[in-house]
């Protein structure tokens, strides 16, 4: 490396003037002056010992002195670099726990929310819990009265099933005023419950001709009877009785009109009606003059009523009759009938001839006790009378009396 | 002066090798530190990005897990909302049920009372005389019922109605449809005989209520039934005697009791409670009659059947060809005797044609 050397101080001096002057002007570094200079001296100087070790020495340093600047320069880029991202560092930590804080709040406010809800809802579902059991206890409280109310519904209502009769042409009648006489067939009948007591083994039933021989017999404690050896102690008791019906039903069956079923035709209204009248008046079938007749297209029922008596009552009792239809079917034929309920009464019987006899010990067999029993009481002298009737039933058995409404 | 700062640092460098030597070791040194710094820089830096991308991440994070999380709550919300709704709208039916269950009961309860208090009249009947005569059945069987028939029955013009002693004849004169009954001489006229039919009920089926406004009075005195009548509506009618107006009253022939419909529903109770009243009759003032509750019956149900008549024979086909009463005669002579098939006659009866005559069914008690 070339060098030279600069003898005086002077020289160095002017030299460096000259280099940052020049480096003033340049705008370059004073480093890069020093290379400059450097390389300049080099191209101009001549080859010379100890000059060139300083040259080789100065270039060193040159290139050391501008490693460094160069290094400071990258320091400083990274140092600039540095506070910037110090701020975006500061900037994000702020967002972030600006956002914690808001989740947080949030949070919060969601468990309020939630909490509030929740509790509405464990409310409502404790109160309706109750409602269904008073709702539930009510309801069997209903069905419980509806029950009694059946019960006691029922026991209003009867049955009256009425024995079989016979019946006879008994006398004619004197003319009465009514113009509606002739078109009916009017029965009266009257409809009574007897009353009845249950008669056990050991009892009997004793009807007085005198009222006066029972209410006797009722005032004793008791009636020794003589059986065989022995007396027997027999206790009379009053009779209480239950409720009893007894009613009127007026039925009446027309003797013009008959009611008729089972009528099937795709006709109209009109011309069923008209088949109906024309084969109902027909003699030939049985039939006569109609004065009209009555249909029903939903029921295929209806009523025919006639213009004379006689006929309706002929047809009533074969129960069927011909008709003229789509086809030449058969139609089911039925009385007309009115009913209606007369003079209804509820009674208690009061059995006012009659005694039961308790605590009849089996001594005899039934038939012979009854006997003792019977000629006990006709006599006056032990307060008895005339006897129409009598009933007694051994132990074992039971019967059910029943009472005439006088 | 700087010149001279700068000449001095230069001095020592330009002067000698060594001087440069050592400026070049400090240069080295202070390039040694620079690069060590920056090296320091770098990692400090990267550590800084990272601490500033990790919050960011976290940020992100946070924001979107915040609006996941406001998404749920919102549906948890609407959830716990629908919950509530519907609870509340349960809550609102149970309330009606129960409302609706409570004037369900109160009217049962209405019900009931009046349905008890006619149950209870049953002990609170009028009396009726009745007598035991023998008759029994077995146990177990509801009381039986007992009827008493009268039909009335017009008959057609140019018919007959014989009633014949014995069944079998009556019977008899039935199969043998046609009958040539002679009048005098070689003439006869054919008659028709047939079964007379008549319609009986079989079951009755009936409701019983107590009728609210009315009352049933026993126990009265034997005297004209109107004159009873007038002095009860004038007793009853009175508020002092606990009574009322009253809208009508009759008289129960068969019973021989009263009964008095007031207009007002709320007389009735009181009456019956009382149960005897001291009535003002002629030649008996303070009269004790019994009033009880007048319990009244609604049919619901009647079964009939068609009912042959045993004894009794219809003829038709009657021509009038001479006097009724000799056509009656005629025909009683004829069916009376053996030959003809007939038998003893219990009664009989000719209805002429173009006349009206009603016969009377009575019940048989004589077979």
């Known amino acids: 490396m070339n060098h030279f050397t600069v003898n005086t101080t002077k020289g160095v001096f002017w030299w460096n003037i000259r280099i940052v002057l020049l480096a003033k002007k340049t705008l370059l570094t004073r480093s890069t002056m020093i290379t400059g200079l450097h390389c300049f001296l080099q191209l101009n100087a001549g080859s010379g010992g100890e000059g060139g070790e300083i040259a080789d020495a100065l270039k060193e340093l040159e290139t050391w002195k501008g490693k460094v600047e160069e290094a400071t320069c990258v320091k400083a880029d990274l140092a600039l670099e540095a506070t910037k991202q110090e701020e975006a560092k500061t900037k994000a930590k702020k967002d972030m726990n600006a956002a914690l804080e808001q989740q947080n709040t949030y949070r919060e406010e969601c468990t309020k929310a939630t909490f509030a809800i929740e509790g509405d809802i464990l409310r409502l579902q404790k109160e309706n819990k109750h409602l269904i059991d008073r709702l539930s206890g009510r309801k069997d409280a209903l069905d419980l009265k509806r029950t009694r109310v059946d019960q006691l519904t029922e026991q209003l209502k009867f049955s009256a099933k009425i024995p079989d009769i016979k019946l006879k042409f008994s006398e004619v009648l004197k003319e009465e005023e009514d113009s509606e006489m002739g078109e009916h067939i009017s029965g009266y009948h009257t409809i009574t419950e007897r009353p009845t007591t249950v008669l056990t083994g050991g009892q009997a039933l004793i009807t007085f001709e005198e009222k006066k021989v029972a209410s006797q017999i009722l005032r004793m404690a008791k009636c020794p009877v003589p059986v065989e050896k022995d007396t027997l102690d027999v206790i009379p008791k009053s009779l209480t009785l239950g409720s009893s019906v007894k009613f009127g039903i007026q039925l009446d069956v027309s003797k013009k009109a008959l009611k008729f079923s089972g009528v099937r035709s795709a006709m109209s209204q009109e011309a069923i009606r008209g088949h109906l009248e024309s084969s109902f008046s027909r003699p030939s079938r049985g039939g006569g003059e109609v004065e009209r007749v009555e249909y029903d297209p939903d029921t295929g029922t209806g009523k025919v009523t006639f213009l004379n008596t006689g006929v309706a009552e002929r047809l009533a009792l074969i129960g069927m009759y011909s008709v003229d239809l789509d086809a030449h079917v058969t139609i089911k034929v039925e009385p007309v009938l009115q009913y209606h309920l007369e003079g209804f009464q509820a009674f208690c019987g009061a059995p006012e001839r009659t005694v039961l006899l308790d605590k009849i010990r089996d001594v005899e067999d039934e038939e012979d006790m009854a006997d003792i029993l019977e000629i006990f009481f006709q006599k006056q002298t032990n307060s008895g009378g005339e006897i129409e009737s009598i009933k007694y039933i051994s132990r074992g058995k039971e019967l059910l009396a029943l009472f005439d409404v006088i | ?367």
């Open chain 2, 1 to 367: 002066m700087p010149k001279s700062a700068v000449m001095m640092a230069e001095g020592g460098l330009l002067d000698s090798l060594e001087g440069v030597k050592d400026e070049i070791i400090r240069q080295k040194v202070l390039y040694e530190k620079l690069v060590e710094e920056q090296a320091q820089l770098v990692k400090t830096n990267s550590e800084r990005e990272q601490r500033t991308k990790d919050f960011k991440d976290r940020f992100v994070k946070i924001t979107e897990g915040l609006e996941q999380a406001k998404e749920q709550h919102l549906e948890t919300i609407n959830s716990q909302k629908r919950k509530h709704d519907s609870l509340k709208q349960e809550e609102a039916e149970l309330l009606e049920d129960l409302k609706g269950t409570e004037t369900a009961l109160e009217e049962q309860e209405i019900k009931e009372a009046e349905v008890e208090g006619a149950t209870n009249v049953n002990t609170v009947v009028p009396k009726r005389e009745v007598v035991f005569r023998g008759a029994t059945v077995a146990t177990g069987n509801p009381q039986p019922f007992d009827v008493k028939s009268r039909i009335k029955y017009p008959m057609e013009g140019g018919t007959a109605l014989i009633t014949f002693e014995d069944e079998i004849v009556a019977r008899k004169i039935q199969s043998l449809q046609t009958h040539k009954v002679t009048l005098e001489g070689e003439c006869y006229i054919t008659v028709e005989a047939h079964p007379v039919q008549l319609t009986v009920p079989t079951l009755v089926q009936m409701d019983t209520r107590v009728c609210p406004r009315s009352i049933l009075v026993s126990q009265l005195p034997d005297m004209d039934s109107e004159v009873i009548l007038d002095k009860l509506e004038i007793h009853f009618g009175k508020r002092f005697n606990g009574g009322g107006e009253v809208a009508s009253r009759h008289f129960q022939e068969d019973t021989r009791n009263a009964v008095l419909v007031f207009t007002d529903d709320k007389i009735a109770l009181g009456l019956t409670q009382k149960e005897n009243h001291e009535v003002s009759f002629p030649k008996k003032s303070k009269y004790k009659v019994r009033v009880t509750p007048f319990v009244n019956g609604t049919i619901t149900r009647v079964e009939t059947e068609a009912l042959a008549c045993p004894r009794t024979v219809l003829l038709t086909g009657i021509p009038g060809v001479m006097d009724a009463d000799c056509l009656q005669d005629t025909l009683e002579i004829f069916f009376q005797k053996g030959s003809n098939g007939g038998g003893e006659i219990s009664n009989a009866l000719y209805n002429p044609p173009g006349q009206t005559a009603v016969a009377l069914f009575e019940q048989d008690t004589g077979i």
